[in-house]
C-alpha cells in the first residue's frame, strides 16, 4: 500500500527557507519519479518539481527556478523540497506525488507571510 508523508510546512517570512520532506513506503522508491505539487486558494494544483528514479534529473515550474531544490534519499525513501528566498506567492498547500501513478500525499501548508 502506497503511502506519501508529508511534513515541513508552516508560517515563514517574505525571503525566508524552509524544507519539506515526503516519507514514501509501499513501493520501490528509487525506481519512481518524485514531485511536488502545490494548490494555492482559488488556483488549480500546479507541478513545483520533478526527480527521476533512475539518475536523479530534475525540473522545475519557471516561478521556483533558482530558489527551490528538489532532491532524494533513496536509502531513507524520502523526498525533499527545499524553498529559499519565498515569496508570498508561494502561500499554498505543498503535496508529494508518487509521479504519473495517481498517489498523493496528505498535504502541508505553507504561509508565506510578515
Known amino acids: 500500500q502506497v503511502q506519501l508523508v508529508e511534513s515541513g510546512g508552516g508560517l515563514v517570512q517574505p525571503g525566508g527557507s524552509l524544507r519539506l520532506s515526503c516519507a514514501a513506503s509501499?513501493?520501490?522508491?528509487?525506481?519512481?519519479?518524485m514531485s511536488w505539487y502545490r494548490q494555492a486558494p482559488g488556483k488549480q494544483r500546479e507541478l513545483v518539481a520533478l526527480?527521476?528514479?533512475?539518475?536523479?534529473?530534475?525540473t522545475y515550474a519557471d516561478s521556483v527556478k533558482g530558489r527551490f531544490t528538489i532532491s532524494r534519499d533513496n536509502g531513507k525513501n524520502t523526498v525533499y523540497l527545499q524553498m529559499n528566498r519565498l515569496k508570498p506567492e508561494d502561500t499554498a498547500v505543498y503535496y508529494c506525488?508518487?509521479?504519473?501513478?495517481?498517489?498523493w500525499g496528505q498535504g502541508t501548508q505553507v504561509t508565506v507571510s510578515s
Open positions: 506525488n508518487l509521479y504519473g501513478q495517481g498517489y
Open positions: 526527480i527521476t528514479g533512475s539518475d536523479g534529473s530534475t
Open positions: 509501499g513501493f520501490t522508491f528509487s525506481t519512481y519519479a
